[in-house]
């Protein structure tokens, strides 16, 4: 399969309902240049405990953060970075952090820009999104997320953690859902977590660029392109089912691919969860 998760990661269409963003609001940070910077915590896992806020943050491009944005970085104590995207997108729009922040690329399954007729293929292509989350991008997962995990099992109590890519939504998507499933949060609250990006990223005035320049790609509707590009359920739900297929379960997949067994997976529970 053509490596297309860039793809994915740089537009972000439409909106989704009251109802799947009114609990994620309260994770929002307000930042003056990026529009999906939001706290992970705050969800609550099957067993009635709670994944704690301010400790794991994800994001969409960070490189026009303001120095007001800067300031609310040092004011959340985040101190490391995890970069999902490729690269050379990585290399055209830098990252502005705080000096000292530790910053890690792990662009496995993002090395290719794709060109315009890449883009139009893969907008035609109406399999091509779930095909991403499931099999297609399948041999990129362990390798993607792996430092992540290990910069959690490490980060100090007094420290935070910031993962994105350019949109928030795909890859920084299936990181999250990651994230809260070892955790134990419900199915159901893990996908409105996921979808809200749709609402989010709807905020950004680059979108509609976007869209026109899009549209004049394909030859296809800004309406088609969106309904094509917004984040569905079904999508983190096949990216699941792809691990559970090929590893049995999501923890063995931790374990054979990312090395994080039942101790270290004990661990992520303590220092993550109240």
Known sequence: MKKIVLTLAIVAFGATTHAQIKDSLRRVVKMEGAYNFRDTGGYKTTDGKEVVLGKVYRSDAINKLSDKDLQTFKDKKIVAVVDFRGVEEAKKAQDRLPENTS???????????????????????????????????????????????????????????????????????????????????????????????????????????????????????????????????????????????????????????MGIGPREIAVLKQKYLK
């Open 103 to 257: 910053y890690i690329l792990c662009p496995a399954g993002s090395n290719n820009l794709p060109t315009a007729q890449d883009m139009a293929k893969f907008l035609k292509d109406k399999n091509f999104l779930f095909d991403m989350y499931g099999e297609g991008g399948l041999p990129y997962f362990g390798e993607r997320y792996r430092s992540l995990f290990v910069q959690l099992l490490t980060l100090k109590p007094d420290e935070a953690l910031l993962f994105h890519c350019t949109g928030g939504r795909d890859r920084t998507g299936m990181a999250s859902a990651l994230f809260l499933k070892i955790l134990g949060v419900p199915q159901d609250v893990i996908e409105s977590d996921y979808v809200a990006s749709n609402f989010y990223l709807a905020k950004n005035p680059t979108m509609q660029g976007m869209y026109s320049g899009l549209t004049k790609m394909t030859g296809m509707s800004e309406a088609e392109i969106k309904q094509q590009m917004e984040l569905r359920p079904e999508l983190i739900r096949n990216f699941f089912a792809a691990i559970n297929k090929k590893y049995g379960s999501v923890e063995s997949f931790f374990q054979i691919e």
